[in-house]
């Protein structure tokens, strides 16, 4: 199965931005039926940012981050990209990439951490001052 690696986390200062990327690696990622951005507070459950059809580029976002975070994919290098500006200290957490190969039926986009089946190891983004 694919192998995904984020990268990109770091400190912060509230209001600045920060680009994470999720590389795969043994299977390109259009095998695979969306990919997902996940993140995971201290205390608190792992929720979805954002996501991407492989299919044909459809995107969620949570209310939360609505307006400031992007998804993107380059499939030339296999990676799928978060890019997060006007960042708040509530955005601090653990942010993980995950792919799922599940097919869903009318433009369905996945939002759930169960829904997804293939995990980077998280990579982490501080916003304080």
């Known amino acids: 199965q694919v192998q995904l690696v984020e990268s990109g986390g770091g400190l912060v200062q509230p209001g600045g931005s920060l680009t994470l990327s999720c590389a795969a690696s043994?299977?390109?990622?259009?095998?695979?039926?969306?990919i997902g951005w996940f993140r995971q507070a201290p205390g608190k459950g792992r929720e979805g940012v954002s996501c991407?059809?492989?299919?044909?580029?459809?995107?969620y976002y949570a209310d939360s981050v609505k307006g400031r975070f992007t998804i993107s994919k380059d499939n030339a290098r296999n990676t799928i990209y978060l890019q997060m500006n006007d960042l708040a200290p509530e955005d601090t957490a653990v942010y993980y990439c995950?792919?799922?190969?599940?097919?869903?039926?009318?433009?369905?986009?996945?939002?759930?951490?169960?829904?997804?089946?293939?995990w980077g190891q998280g990579t982490q983004v501080t916003v304080s001052s």
């Open positions: 043994r299977f390109t990622l259009d095998y695979y039926y969306a």
């Open positions: 991407i059809s492989e299919d044909d580029g459809s995107t």
């Open positions: 995950a792919a799922t190969s599940t097919e869903y039926s009318g433009n369905y986009l996945p939002t759930f951490p169960y829904q997804y089946d293939v």
